[in-house]
């Protein structure tokens, strides 16, 4: 079976592992840095799974990401310690044998000399195809396997690691043009009145996305946001404004 990277993945998402972030003791801080380093490459962050140390819940976790041609990036797990199981579970999702990868091997072994065995050497226990993303702290690598990417939950090591991978395998699908969101505030208009127009241009302007957000103040208003390239969502805008105007619709702040 061939893991290599295929040619159009279609959306990038993250799988944050641990307890301590469920159990509250620790709080994320992957999502909101790999939404500025996607940005700054005009990619975007499509979903995000928090899921604890259960082996079998992570087993399925990965189960469901591996069937997509998503980008997958996972944070933490794949220490020597008991309680890090990412690794065993991604083979096992993946239904591949573990190996000590031999690059793998080879970066620890100049790292850590005979101080790799017995136990450090485990950190590069992969599933059989896996390949190295290098750490640039302290040379213990993480690995890819197909387009899922593991690395570190410290974040010193995984953000940097994410840059390369992004800038390593998907430099193709950078972009300069970053996407914009334009937004405008409806007033004194309930959701439901509002739902044909929007599903009108919606289907006029397939390659943008458009949301509605009410407020939650208890003021009577809405919050349109129209997501994507610059011209792409400045056309869009203007159709969803020209088309509120033509039905009487109150718009506040955000008018072109």
Not at 119 to 135: L, Q
Not at 168 to 182: D, F, G, I, K, S
Not at 239 to 244: D, F, G, H, S, T
């Amino acid at each position: 079976m061939d893991h290599r990277p295929c040619s159009a993945p279609e959306r990038i998402g993250i799988v944050l592992i641990g307890d301590e972030l469920l159990s509250g003791k620790r709080s994320d801080k992957h999502m909101p840095r790999v939404i500025e380093i996607l940005d700054a490459r005009g990619m975007e962050l499509s979903w995000a799974r928090m899921v604890g140390d259960d082996a079998g819940l992570l087993e399925q976790t990965l189960r469901e990401t591996m069937r997509s041609s998503d980008i997958v990036f996972s944070f933490g797990g794949i220490g020597a310690t008991p309680d890090d199981r990412t690794r065993q579970c991604a083979a096992s999702a993946a239904g591949v044998a573990l190996e000590f990868n031999a690059e793998g091997r080879a970066l620890l072994e100049a790292r850590f000399g005979d101080e790799a065995y017995p136990k450090r050497i485990h950190m590069v226990e992969w599933p059989v195809g896996a390949r190295v993303i290098p750490n640039p702290v302290n040379q213990v690598p993480g690995f890819s396997f197909g387009h899922h990417h593991f690395v570190p939950g410290f974040p010193n090591m995984a953000w940097p690691m994410v840059e390369w991978v992004l800038d390593t395998h998907y430099a193709h699908l950078q972009r300069e043009e970053r996407n914009v969101e334009r937004l405008l505030e409806v007033l004194d208009t309930p959701e439901s009145a509002l739902i044909d127009l929007m599903q009108h241009v919606m289907d006029a302007h397939p390659d943008v996305r458009i949301a509605c957000l009410p407020s939650a103040s208890g003021k009577r208003s809405i919050e349109f946001g129209v997501r994507g390239s610059p011209v792409a969502a400045d056309n869009a805008f203007r159709a969803l404004v020209n088309a509120l105007e033509a039905d009487g619709v109150p718009i506040g702040r955000g008018r072109p």
